[in-house]
């Protein structure tokens, strides 16, 4: 009978305990400020439902070669289906219409966004991501990873360098370069006369010289080293094991991969947007260009073209061509993000100095510069010459250059007996080129000349090539371009016959490093990404935002990530096999790096890392 009573009590205060809840609940109802007509957004249709599938798998369609124009065409007439339902409901009720005529795929957006908001829902990651990151302080970290460095003297060591120094001379964030680090071997055969370091640190005392002679300034961001080889056939550095573990994960915050598609070819490792909050890749070499001239080169490009292709997609936010002459990547615009060398801007600041007191200043005629193999412009070079023979009588022609192909080229040269002095190659910046008058430049390989730009800043001609590596120079008066062979006599004459003008300042401006950080800076969108960390320090409502308009939420599932992440997993297996990397031409032995690497920086044996 007690425990009878028992249970009765406690059935009571359960009933009152319920009624007390629901009392709550309802006073809380009353007083909530969500307008009411938030709970009557009606569900998603059918149509609204397909209409999103096909508007996020618009990445998917452009792998399998289906036109966006036809995504679009299909999402407008699903969009339209329910605006005319909406019409005839408008009319009867007089409510306005959900979708304007215009803009029907930003507001499928809204639409679906109101839906989740209104269900409650939360998406907080990807399908193939973890979602853990860097979460941003007070001041951020930005990370250029390349694929060379100094004393090579080659584009992807010497540009980011330049970057590097000039990202952090704003102190508005920390900086940090990280460059391959070769054994000694390896050494030997990159880099000239022989030079070899026994240290990163030795090597880092190098750059750091070299940089703060050039730049005028003491420099401020960190070098750090990660595991490379070097491959004699491509004469290119491949990384060994994962680069992305070489950065800490308290500094993964926005990352620049100079050379995204080099680095990425074989990489097996974490996801760098997995990893890092924003990725720019930037893009330095016509790779389709050069591997055409290799045997079965037009189906060894095909294969590159995808791969590439996937590793924009797969590990970039955001793609910059430093020219039209790269290749078409997803997520990539146009920019020319480079400068010249502070030394090349101050010798033609010099020459036209001495020109205005009556000086003369250029003493020799037109020379050519690069490195001696036959993509560089060399063969270009040689059949322009021996074309015009005749109409170029008289001219001569200094080049300066080493290379593989030295002997071939200068060979052809002789057998054809053409007005061409070979030199053994030197730094452009050398006082014995600054009386040269007339830079030529035939080749169509490059991406944006160094070599051409740095004529330019010197105050000197350039006669090139109508292409569109060199589109960025042609609104400067001294660049002198050709269409066809006739064309080209008909430029070297006219540079021959007269001066040069001098460069204005707005030219020297556009042509130095502080513009080019400019650019880069905006059109990567790193200042909006800076920008917005800097208002969410200084005001206590970040992520509130006065405007109550719904926006494109980011926790909305979005078929294009998962898709991306499908390509970056698909890849991440093809590289974990050993027979498939040497298949495709990787270096044996760089899934991870080796003993000589864990000894020169100090890290765990290679077993252990594997383990």
């Not at 947007?273 to 016509?286: I, L, R, S, W």
Request: a neutral charge; glycine letters at 6%.
């Amino acid at each position: 009978m007690v425990k009878a009573r028992l249970r009765e009590l406690e059935r009571r205060r359960q009933g009152q305990a319920t009624d007390m809840l629901h009392k709550v609940k309802l006073s809380l109802k009353s007083m909530s400020f969500v307008p009411e007509a938030s709970e009557e957004i009606p569900p998603l249709d059918l149509g609204e439902l397909l209409a999103y599938f096909l508007k996020q798998s618009v990445p998917l369609f452009d792998q399998l070669g289906i036109k966006r124009d036809v995504c679009d065409k299909l999402v407008e007439s699903l969009c339209s289906k329910r605006k005319e339902h909406l019409a005839y409901n408008s009319f009867s009720s007089s409510e306005p219409s959900a979708f304007s005529n215009d803009n029907a795929g930003d507001e499928l957006d809204l639409r679906i966004a109101s839906v989740l908001q209104s269900t409650g829902h939360n998406y907080e990651g990807g399908f193939w991501n973890d979602g853990h990151k860097y979460e941003t302080a007070d001041k951020r970290h930005v990370a250029i990873v390349t694929t060379a460095s100094l004393p090579w003297m080659t584009g992807t060591a010497v540009n980011p360098l330049f970057r590097a120094a000039y990202l952090a001379k704003s102190s508005k964030q920390d900086v940090t370069l990280v460059v391959p680090w070769l054994c000694k071997s390896d050494q030997e055969l990159v880099y000239p006369n022989s030079m070899t370091f026994s240290s990163p640190e030795e090597q880092e005392a190098y750059m750091r010289n070299w940089l703060e002679e050039r730049v005028g300034f003491k420099t401020d961001f960190k070098i750090s080293f990660y595991p490379g080889k070097f491959q004699k056939e491509r004469r290119s550095i491949i990384p060994a094991g994962d680069t992305s573990q070489f950065i800490p994960s308290k500094e993964a915050d926005i990352a620049i991969l100079e050379e995204p598609e080099h680095l990425n070819w074989y990489h097996h490792g974490k996801r760098w947007t997995d990893k890092f909050n924003h990725v720019v890749g930037v893009v330095h070499t016509n790779y389709l260009e050069y591997i055409k001239r290799e045997k079965n080169g037009a189906i060894q490009a095909f294969f590159v073209k995808h791969i590439n292709n996937l590793v924009a997609r797969a590990y970039c936010h955001k793609v910059l061509r430093l020219s039209g002459a790269t290749q078409d990547l997803p997520k990539s615009m146009i920019c020319n993000v480079h400068g010249v060398n502070p030394k090349f801007l101050e010798v033609g600041e010099r020459i036209a100095a001495e020109r205005e007191s009556g000086q003369q200043s250029f003493s020799k005629g037109a020379y050519f510069l690069g490195k001696m193999v036959w993509a560089k412009g060399y063969r270009e070079l040689i059949d322009l010459f021996a074309k015009h023979k005749s109409d170029l009588e008289g001219f001569k022609l200094d080049i300066y250059g080493n290379g593989e192909d030295s002997s071939e080229v200068q060979s052809a040269a002789k057998k054809l007996n053409l007005n061409l002095n070979f030199h053994k190659g030197r730094d452009h910046a050398d006082d014995s080129l600054h009386g040269y008058k007339v830079f030529i430049n035939p080749s169509i390989s490059d991406v944006l000349c160094t070599a051409t730009a740095e004529a330019l800043a010197m105050g000197k001609f350039v006669v090139c090539a109508d292409h569109p590596s060199n589109d960025f120079f042609r609104s400067f008066p001294n660049c002198l371009t050709y269409k066809t062979s006739e064309d080209f006599v008909a430029k070297v004459k006219e540079a021959m016959a007269r001066d040069p003008q001098p460069l204005t300042p707005e030219q020297r401006y556009n042509l130095s490093w502080e513009a080019a950080t400019q650019r880069f800076m905006e059109h990567s969108e790193l200042d909006k990404v800076l920008s917005s960390n800097r208002d969410c320090t200084s005001t206590s409502g970040c992520g509130k935002s006065g405007d109550s308009r719904m926006k494109k939420s980011a926790s909305l599932p979005n078929m294009s990530d998962m898709v991306d992440g499908g390509l970056a997993f698909a890849h991440y297996c093809f590289t974990g096999n050993e027979l498939l990397r040497l298949s495709t031409g990787a270096i044996p032995g760089t899934l991870n790096y080796n003993k000589h690497h864990s000894l020169d920086l100090h890290l765990l044996p290679p077993q252990t890392n594997q383990a």
